[in-house]
Structures are given as C-alpha cells and as structure tokens.
C-alpha cells in the first residue's frame, strides 16, 4: 500500500483535518471497515457525505490513508518516548523499550486497535495492499541498523558478560525470542478472548522473566 496524498484534504485546516481524522479512527475501530458507517463519520465530522468522498475518492481509499496516518502516529510517540530511554544497561533498556510501546498502547487505544484489526484481520477487499504495507514497516524496522538504534545493541558490549560470549550473538537471541513473543500474543489476540489490557499484561510478565533468565543465568551458582 503506497500512502496517497490528496490535496483537497491536506488543504484543510489543520484542526478540520484532525477532527477528520478522530472520528475516522474511532467509527474504523470501533466497527472494522465494513460495518464502519460513513453516514456516521460525516454526522460526527459535520461534512457531508460528498465533501468526504471528494476528499478520499471512496471509502477503500480513506480506510487505507487512515490506517497510514494512525501506523505513522504510533511508530513516531513510540520512538520519541525510545528515544527519551537513558539507562546504560541493555536489559534495563529492552525492558524501558517494551514498557514504551505498551504506554504507547493505552495513551491511543482506538488507535492501537485500529492497527491490530488491520493487521490480524484485514478486510478481504483490502487484503492485499495491507499486507504489503504491513511488510514493508516490518522489512524496515526489523532492519540491523534501525534494531541498533533502537536497542542499542553496544551497551551489551560495554555490560559484564560472560568470558567467550559474542555480543552480536546475545542480541539475535534476544530479537528471536522477542519475535517469539509477538508471533505468540498475535494468535492470541486474534482468537478474541483476550483484551488488549490483559495480554499486554500477560506480555510483560513472561518479558520480565525472560530478562531475568538471560541476565542471571537458570541454574544456581
């Protein structure tokens, strides 16, 4: 999915523009994209049903530039508080950049859901290009070079590992298992018996006793 840019829209005010963009947001997470209701979204927006088809040509159209705006929303507050990180141990930073993504999370819920329903249950008229756009933040941000500045990857180096351990070679576990855990709380949100509250709880959890683990070794000494 390649993010169009429609000049009538990006003409408008900016406060227009974002009271757009809310209300679209809420009526797609609280109802998917097929039983979202643009009647609704031009009652709540106070445009008319026209104007929003001027500014986004059809529905399709519009559910795809939202999904971008709200996907470029969460990745930019996700990185300004990553950024924000200050520890100078590795573990303590991974564990700083999960709680970041989960703050994220409950600061922009219908955001969070809005991208979580297009991306474990994309709509089937839509499928394709939502996969390609997943894709590709995916092939960008599990990048070496963007994984390195986002974990900091030398403060393993400068921490007191273990004689004969590679530091390059803790982190790719560390980004394995990390995967791992996304894979696994992925199928579990999509089965539906869980809320995003309770698995990012779960999440956390079994982050922290992994940590643990790989920090302090399993067997006593």
């Given amino acids: ?24 947001v809420e009526e797609f997470a609280k109802n998917g994209y097929d039983h979202a209701s643009t009647d609704t979204i031009t009652s709540r927006a106070g445009i008319s049903k026209g104007i929003l088809f001027h500014y986004f040509k059809s529905k399709k159209n519009l559910f795809l530039a939202v999904v971008d705006h709200v996907t470029q929303l969460l990745i930019a507050r996700t990185l300004d508080e990553v950024n924000a990180i200050e520890t100078a141990d590795f573990f303590d930073r991974l564990k700083e950049v999960i709680l970041a993504k989960q703050r994220i999370a409950h600061r922009f819920p219908s955001e969070t859901e809005l991208v979580q329903r297009a991306l474990v249950h994309p709509p089937k008229a839509l499928k394709t290009e939502l996969d390609a756009f997943f894709a590709a933040h995916m092939a960008k941000y599990t990048d070496p070079f963007m994984l390195d ?73």
Wanted: proline share 4%; hydrophobic share 45%.
């Fill in 1 to 24: 999915m390649k993010a169009v840019l429609y000049p009538a829209f990006a003409k408008l005010p900016d406060e227009k523009r974002a009271l757009i963009l809310s209300v679209c």
């Fill in 149 to 221: 500045g986002i974990f900091r990857t030398g403060l393993l180096a400068a921490g007191p590992l273990r004689e004969g351990l590679v530091p390059e070679r803790v982190f790719d576990m560390v980004v394995m298992m990390l995967n791992q855990f996304s894979a696994k709380y992925m199928q579990l949100y999509k089965t539906g018996q869980y809320t995003h509250e309770a698995l990012q709880a779960m999440l956390i959890e079994e982050c922290d006793a992994f940590i643990d683990m790989v920090k302090y070794g399993v067997y006593r000494r």
